[in-house]
Nanobody, 117 residues
Framework: QVQLVESGGGLVQPGGSLRLSCAASGIIFIVMGWYRQAPGKQRELVAAITTGGTTNYADFVKGRFTISRDNAKNTVYLQMNSLKPEDTAVYYC?????????????WGQGTQVTVSS
């Protein structure tokens, strides 16, 4: 059974940092990524990465967020720095796609990230 288990969300002040983790079980995914959904908005791509290290970032996180993965652990990470209030959202791990610009069919349960003073 395929599972994506996320961790690492929370409350942080503007300018702070958080690190999200997503561990996948069941199969090795070519592409793993992170999406987010803020209240009243559509879910959007944040970043994605292949097993080979090819990445894709949304423009609004370039230079602030870094996606990485440990293929041996089948785990993807999202290091988020210089967080802004507009980064507040539920962040979802995603897997199952073969392209870094489209979502796959597997989703994690979501982890809340709140950026507020």
């Amino acid at each position: 059974q395929v599972q994506l288990v996320e961790s690492g969300g929370g409350l942080v002040q503007p300018g702070g940092s958080l690190r999200l983790s997503c561990a996948a079980s069941g199969i090795i995914f070519i592409v793993m990524g992170w999406y987010r959904q803020a209240p009243g908005k559509q879910r959007e791509l944040v970043a994605a990465i292949t097993t080979g290290g090819t990445t894709n970032y949304a423009d609004f996180v370039k230079g602030r967020f870094t996606i990485s993965r440990d293929n041996a652990k089948n785990t993807v990470y999202l290091q988020m720095n210089s967080l802004k209030p507009e980064d507040t959202a539920v962040y979802y791990c995603n897997a199952g796609s073969i392209k870094v610009w489209t979502a796959g069919g597997y989703w994690g349960q979501g982890t809340q990230v709140t950026v507020s003073s």
